[in-house]
T-cell receptor, first 112, second 115 residues
Framework: KAGVTQTPRYLIKTRGQQVTLSCSPISGHRSVSWYQQTPGQGLQFLFEYFSETQRNKGNFPGRFSGRQFSNSRSEMNVSTLELGDSALYLCASSLARVETQYFGPGTRLLVL | AQTVTQSQPEMSVQEAETVTLSCTYD???????LFWYKQPPSRQMILVIRQEAYKQQNATENRFSVNFQKAAKSFSLKISDSQLGDTAMYFCAFMRTNTGNQFYFGTGTSLTVIP
């Protein structure tokens, strides 16, 4: 079974732009969660989607948004990019809510 | 709020030796899951081991085992017969059972296995 895939793997953007990241979960998995990983703040939870509905949201500004499609694929959008948004963005999928999460390779975003 | 503390930023171990990574957490919940994940350099995060809080028996996966002390809120990872491929950042993670798939991560321990 294929693992979690994320596209693109690397992105370079400038301040003020917006970006969309994509995550395809493991086949059959219905929950997708997003995390931001930075050297200073570590791993922080962004949000979780389950059956196309946002179930949980972390403490991030409204510039960070997401959605999930009927095939469980998820996208994350960051608008009005700031330098501090430079990070590795990790997507994780699980079969159900409250279950082991399996991580993708991440999208490394650099904001200049 | 849930917090997870990993007090050892860096550790090293000789190949074939045993090493223990520490993790403590703070929660008022009674039901939760605990995990250890490893993140090798420039590679993706993979699950090492998982422990359900309601289980008294410590989880074991081949060379990896945990010492789960619920009253002390401690969850340490023991790696036996360390191998070069164990070199990675190790993260301890906490998940509540009543709020879905939201991990609270520790800051990680960078483990280096020395040949």
């Amino acid at each position: 079974k294929a693992g979690v895939t994320q596209t693109p793997r690397y992105l370079i953007k400038t301040r003020g732009q917006q970006v969309t990241l994509s995550c395809s979960p493991i086949s059959g998995h219905r929950s997708v969660s997003w995390y931001q990983q930075t050297p200073g703040q570590g791993l922080q939870f962004l949000f979780e989607y389950f059956s196309e509905t946002q179930r949980n949201k972390g403490n991030f500004p409204g510039r960070f948004s997401g959605r999930q499609f009927s095939n469980s694929r998820s996208e994350m959008n960051v608008s009005t990019l700031e330098l501090g948004d430079s990070a590795l963005y990790l997507c994780a999928s699980s079969l159900a809510r409250v279950e082991t999460q399996y991580f993708g390779p991440g999208t490394r975003l650099l904001v200049l | 709020a849930q917090t997870v503390t990993q007090s050892q930023p860096e550790m090293s171990v000789q190949e074939a030796e045993t090493v223990t990574l520490s993790c403590t957490y703070d929660t008022s919940e009674n039901n939760y899951y605990l995990f250890w994940y490893k993140q090798p350099p420039s590679r993706q995060m993979i699950l090492v081991i998982r422990q359900e809080a309601y289980k008294q028996q410590n989880a074991t996966e081949n060379r990896f085992s945990v010492n789960f002390q619920k009253a002390a809120k401690s969850f340490s990872l023991k790696i036996s017969d360390s191998q070069l491929g164990d070199t990675a950042m190790y993260f301890c993670a906490f998940m509540r059972t009543n709020t879905g798939n939201q991990f609270y991560f520790g800051t990680g321990t960078s483990l280096t296995v020395i040949p």
